[in-house]
């Protein structure tokens, strides 16, 4: 299965991989044949996850790397060392996340500000400057950004967290502007895509909370499916969107 699935030969990182998303796209990926370098800031939950990812594609080529994201060299170190190692990128998957409310606008904590920019917007910053080059070189090249629908409807006691997104998505649209420039005429090659949820369930979740809805939410599973669907698309499909998961607000 993993020598001809739709992602046959291609190299993808993971950003964020120790996460209940990440060890679904990672297991997703690989299932689709890619090579796929994760990274965490947790060795064990990466160590976990990329062993679940190996086991689940039947022995797959996934490893996993302790990436200090909050750090622009190490993640431009990161990048370097995979193109080195595999000969090419093919695309860097953004899942690194974090979330603080608060009860009104008037209780927003400036300190959440500080928390989620690190976490949702410079995590972005580094990752997008440390890979756009190889994925501006490979045929296949994507950068996908996963994001909130509160980035485009933010809520008063969820102002800290939907700035940080919508900061995150104009960057990466930025992103993608570069690579509609480096396409040409004849159009973009690679891609930068944003994927909208509302928010994340995962197994666990529903186990701790067996009467709970979530009522819009996207399964991590069906996220990582998404993910893989990026690459099904031509990057003129994809370059600069807003792929919707949950609806538009």
């Given at each position: 299965?993993a ?29 689709a044949?890619?090579?796929v370098?994760?990274?965490d800031?947790d ?5 976990e996850?990329v ?7 039947g022995?797959?080529?996934?490893t ?10 190490s ?21 690194v996340?974090?979330?603080?409310g608060?009860?009104?606008?008037t ?14 917007v410079k ?16 045929e ?5 950004l996963?994001s909130?629908?509160?980035?485009s409807?933010p809520t ?5 967290y939907?700035a940080?997104?919508?900061?995150a998505?104009?960057w ?15 159009g973009p090659?690679s891609?930068a895509?944003?994927l ?7 197994d666990?979740?529903?186990?701790e909370r067996?009467?709970a809805k979530f ?9 990582a499916?998404?993910?893989e669907?990026v ?18 607000p």
């Open positions: 299965m020598n001809n699935g739709s992602l046959s030969g291609a190299v993808i990182a993971v950003a964020g991989a120790g996460g209940p998303a990440g060890r679904a796209a990672l297991m997703r990926l690989a299932e044949g890619a090579t370098v994760g990274a800031n060795p064990q939950r990466l160590s996850a062993d679940a990812a190996r086991y689940a594609s022995g797959a080529t996934v996993g790397d302790t990436v200090d994201l909050l750090d622009l060299q993640t431009r170190d990161w990048a370097a060392h995979i193109e080195k190692d595999f000969g090419r990128v093919d695309g860097l998957v953004h899942l996340g974090g979330w603080r608060s009860e009104t606008f209780k927003t904590s400036l300190d959440d500000w500080d928390f989620l920019e690190l976490l949702l995590t972005v910053q580094h990752t997008s400057l440390a890979f756009h080059e190889a994925l501006q070189r490979s296949r090249g994507r950068y996908v996963i909130a629908a509160g980035a409807n008063a006691s969820n102002a800290a939907a940080a997104k919508a900061a998505e104009a990466t649209l930025a992103l993608a502007d570069y690579f509609r420039k480096a396409g040409g005429p004849e090659t891609a895509a944003i909208v949820v509302k928010a994340l369930v995962h666990a979740m529903r186990a067996p009467n009522a819009g939410f996207t399964d991590v599973k069906d996220l499916e998404a993910i669907g690459w099904s698309k031509t990057a003129a499909e994809v370059n600069g969107h807003r792929l919707w998961l949950t609806e538009k």
